[in-house]
């Protein structure tokens, strides 16, 4: 080799090498960096790195807003006893959100049976408790896996990025947009998710598909052991109010089980005019029904005219609405039952 070529080859390196470390540092400051600085820390029980990079109060603050909103919808805001309890139960609910985050990080998966958890947890908190494990529930983040960034947008300061996270029980893979704020060092912090109220809705349709795929061959259990023949639906006023009123709906069986029924259990459901249901209530009896026997069962379903469902069934001409009543459970005087599945069965590891 030349002098003149090992020149060459010389300033290639030199410039590899610049790129590289140019890269390496570049890569430091992305959000991309700072998200996996939070996944070590929760590996490594790092909890000061942790909430370096995750805003608590912010996320869980957003976080609750976007599960109540699921949750009521808008009458949250037209009902001003919701109203109250929401706003009295969130001053609860996201400290104890904090107090489980800390002892998580410093314990993994032994934190409930950890006794030295980093910040107490609010006198009173138990009565969020509830909230908490709702908002848990809902967003199903207990079986969803971190698979990495998919892409991020940098406008300034604030980034917002998008994950992809596969839930374990559903295989299937979802998008989380989550808002990251730069700090003074050129690092990132979680402040909150962006799209949290579309992910749940996205989410709970899909678990909703997945569970009606699940209960098919139970349907066709309870079909064959009990005949179900809707007979009327009306609205009726009641004695106690001058506002309530009350759905009625008469359904016949007919147990062809072979044995006798101690307990039914079941839906009602109304649907619009694009076949989308806009009202559902469960009914339950467990008054025998012996085998071979039928028998006329009334079912009632309070309306609130100041709920938004159940204000549209009041307001709306029932002999025009296509409606369904099916049976979920079904309970036999010698122990056995058959019951639709009401959560999804844990994944296969």
């Known amino acids: 080799m030349n002098d003149k070529v090992k020149k060459i080859v010389a300033v290639?390196?030199?410039?590899?090498?610049?790129?590289?470390g140019w890269y390496f540092f570049y890569w430091l400051?992305?959000?991309?960096?700072?998200?996996?600085?939070?996944a070590d820390a929760v590996r490594q029980h790092d909890l000061r790195t942790f909430e370096k990079h995750v805003d608590m109060n912010s996320l869980y603050s957003k976080a609750y807003d976007d599960v109540v909103a699921v949750t009521f919808g808008s009458d949250k805001d037209a009902n001003p006893i919701i109203v109250a309890i929401v706003k009295g139960i969130?001053?609860?609910?996201v400290p104890l959100l904090e107090s489980e985050t800390r002892s998580y990080i410093v314990k993994g998966d032994q934190a409930d049976d950890s006794e030295d958890v980093p910040e107490a947890v609010p006198a009173g908190s138990e009565n969020g408790a509830e909230i908490v494990d709702n908002l848990k529930d809902r967003t199903g983040f207990g079986d969803l896996k971190y698979e990495g960034v998919e892409s991020s947008d940098i406008n300034g300061e604030t980034a917002l990025v998008n994950l992809k996270l596969h839930d374990e029980k559903l295989t299937k893979d979802f998008i989380l947009q989550i808002k990251m704020q730069q700090l003074d060092?050129?690092?990132?912090?979680l402040q909150q998710i962006t799209n949290l109220q579309d992910f749940m809705k996205m989410r709970e349709a899909a678990v909703k598909e997945k569970l009606a795929e699940l209960n098919k061959p139970i349907a066709a259990q309870i079909a064959q052991n009990v005949a179900l023949d809707k007979k009327m639906l009306q609205i009726t006023s009641v004695?106690?109010?001058k506002i309530i009123r009350v759905l009625e709906a008469e359904?016949?069986?007919?147990?062809?089980?072979?044995?006798?029924?101690?307990?039914?259990?079941?839906?009602?459901?109304?649907?619009?005019?694009?076949?989308?249901i806009f009202y559902s209530g469960s009914f339950a009896s467990n008054a025998m029904l012996k085998n071979g026997a039928n028998k006329l069962y009334k079912f009632d379903f309070e309306l609130n005219p100041y709920v938004k469902e159940d204000a549209q069934v009041i307001n709306t001409d029932l002999s025009k609405v296509k409606w369904n009543a099916y049976l979920t459970n079904l309970a036999f005087d010698d122990g056995t039952s058959l019951d639709y599945l009401t959560a999804l069965p844990e994944s296969k590891k």
């Open 12 to 20: 290639l390196a030199a410039l590899a090498i610049l790129t590289s």
């Open 29 to 38: 400051k992305t959000p991309q960096h700072s998200i996996a600085l939070i």
């Open 90 to 93: 969130k001053g609860l609910a």
């Open 185 to 189: 060092d050129g690092l990132w912090r």
């Open 239 to 241: 004695h106690y109010s």
């Open 251 to 276: 359904l016949n069986l007919n147990n062809t089980s072979g044995k006798n029924i101690s307990y039914i259990a079941g839906m009602l459901e109304l649907y619009d005019a694009n076949g989308q």
